[in-house]
């Protein structure tokens, strides 16, 4: 059968979608059988030959799409990226959006607690996976950005400082507190930290927080 130039840039184009699916449904399935595997054992006790085994996938794929362990972390923060931006309402004001986001990510963490805190405390001893989220996977990253973008464009939040560090230091702090490097040990919950965190985002930031959070 001849093609066309055209014939075979659509053939091309089909092709490198469907390997973009595959690579997709791929990092999803062992994203997923990791989560299984978390649930039915401690985070420390599931091993990455267990995840391929679950996810029928050999130790090769992956690191093609992890780079440790702790890299499915990444997945988790791509997951809540693409999440909220297809359900967060159109004409809500980056305030309101920025504690909507902050609530989201905080009920997430707060449902597998435990396991969070252990991916997360290997996560930020991983240079592997940090540098993949410093160089892509940036979902999470660029929707703050965007959110603070938007909302200095309309004047609610002081342009004084680049919303990339203001990025940066929104997810910093939160790393921070679920590391442990702030409360360490003590029993502070979720309900106690989050007001006291959007205190600090939003006086950073310039803008007022809304009295009713």
Known sequence: MDYGSADLENVTTAQTDRRTRKRERTRQEIYDAAMDLFAKHSYESVTIDMICEAADVGRST???HFPAKAGLLIEFSRRLADDFSAAQKKNASAGETLIALVREISARIEA??????????????????????????????????????????????????????????????????????????????????????????????????????
């Open 112 to 213: 597998q607690h435990e396991l969070m805190l252990a991916m997360f405390r290997e996560f930020i001893l991983t240079p592997e996976a940090i540098k993949r989220t410093r160089e892509k996977d940036r979902e999470l990253f660029e929707l703050i950005e965007s959110i603070l973008w938007r909302g200095q464009k309309a004047g609610e939040f002081s342009n004084r400082i680049h919303p990339r560090l203001a990025t940066g230091s929104i997810l910093s702090t939160a790393a921070a507190i679920l590391s442990g490097l702030v409360f360490g040990d003590e029993p502070v919950s979720m309900e106690q930290i989050l007001p006291q965190y959007l205190e600090m985002i939003f006086h950073g930031l310039g803008g007022e927080l809304p009295d009713k959070l």
């Open 62 to 64: 992956f690191f093609l």
